[in-house]
C-alpha cells in the first residue's frame, strides 16, 4: 500500500477537493492519500466527498490551524 | 465497480445564465466539485453565461444592483452603493480588488476552474440561439463543447438526478 501526500494549504474551496480527486484517481485501490489542507470547511467538505465517493476516511483531525485527512483509496 | 458505486452515480445539470465575474464562480464551482465526486455533470451555456466558454476570460463585476456587496477593508466591512457604479473606474476598481482579494484567500480563477471542468470531463453545451443572436463564433469558444438548444438541454435535464438554474 502506497502512501501520498496532498498538500492543500492556501488552497480555498473547491481546490482542496479537486486536488485530492486528481491524486486519487492516479492512486491504486487501497493506497492512502495524506492531505494538510487550512481551509476550514475542507473537513466537512472531505467527509461528504469520502461518502458519496466509497473513498474511506481514516482520519480527520485539526492540528492548529491545520486540517489533517487520510483517505483510503477504495 | 462496486454495486454501491454505481447506485451513488449520480448526474447534475446546471444552467449557466450569468457571466459576471462574482456569478461565474457557482456553476463553476458545483460543476467542477460534482465532477470530482463522480456525478456526471452538463453544463448548458445560454444567455449572458455563454461568454464563459469564450477562449479569452476578461471577466468584471459591477456594483450595480448588488447592495449585499460588502468588501473587507481594513478589518471593516465597505459598502458598494449602487450610484458609485456610475463613476468611470469604479467598476473596474472593484473587479481588481475582487481579483486580487481572490488570489490572496487562495479561490481559484474562473480560467482554472473552467480548465478543470473540461479536464474532468464536464460536459459543455453552448446555446444555439444564443450564439446567433448574439453573433459569436465558434471558433472563438473553447474546444470540446458542444452547440445545443433547449431541447438537447432538457433531455440531459430529464434524467438527471440534479437540475439547477444560476
Known amino acids: ?74 | 465497480m462496486l454495486d454501491a458505486d454505481l447506485e451513488n452515480t449520480k448526474s447534475m445539470s446546471i444552467i449557466v445564465t450569468k457571466g459576471s465575474l462574482d456569478w461565474a464562480y457557482p456553476p463553476f464551482i458545483l460543476a467542477t466539485t460534482a465532477a470530482a465526486m463522480d456525478i456526471e455533470t452538463t453544463m448548458f451555456f445560454t444567455f449572458y453565461g455563454l461568454p464563459l466558454l469564450k477562449k479569452k476570460l476578461d471577466l468584471k463585476m459591477t456594483t450595480l444592483g448588488n447592495p449585499a456587496m460588502e468588501m473587507p477593508m481594513a478589518g471593516m466591512h465597505m459598502k458598494m452603493p449602487n450610484m458609485v457604479s456610475m463613476i468611470p473606474g469604479v467598476d473596474r476598481a472593484a473587479t481588481t480588488m475582487m481579483k486580487n482579494l481572490m488570489a490572496k484567500k487562495g479561490v481559484a480563477s474562473i480560467e482554472d476552474l473552467r480548465e478543470a471542468a473540461v479536464e474532468s470531463d464536464v460536459r459543455m453545451i453552448a446555446c444555439q440561439m444564443t450564439l446567433d443572436l448574439f453573433e459569436y463564433d465558434k471558433k472563438d469558444m473553447i474546444e470540446g463543447i458542444e452547440l445545443g438548444g433547449a431541447a438537447t438541454y432538457m433531455e440531459v435535464a430529464a434524467k438527471s438526478h440534479i437540475n439547477l438554474f444560476i
Not at chain 1, 480527486?21 to 476550514?40: H, N, R, W
Open chain 1, 1 to 74: 500500500m502506497a502512501e501520498h501526500t496532498l498538500n492543500a494549504e492556501g488552497l480555498n474551496c473547491p481546490l482542496p477537493i479537486l486536488k485530492a480527486k486528481k491524486m486519487l484517481k492516479g492512486m491504486a485501490s487501497g493506497d492512502i492519500l495524506k492531505i494538510s489542507a487550512t481551509d476550514p470547511g475542507s473537513a466537512a467538505d472531505f467527509a461528504a466527498f469520502c461518502t458519496h465517493t466509497g473513498n474511506e476516511l481514516l482520519n480527520s483531525a485539526t492540528e492548529g490551524d491545520l486540517y489533517k485527512f487520510e483517505i483510503k483509496r477504495s
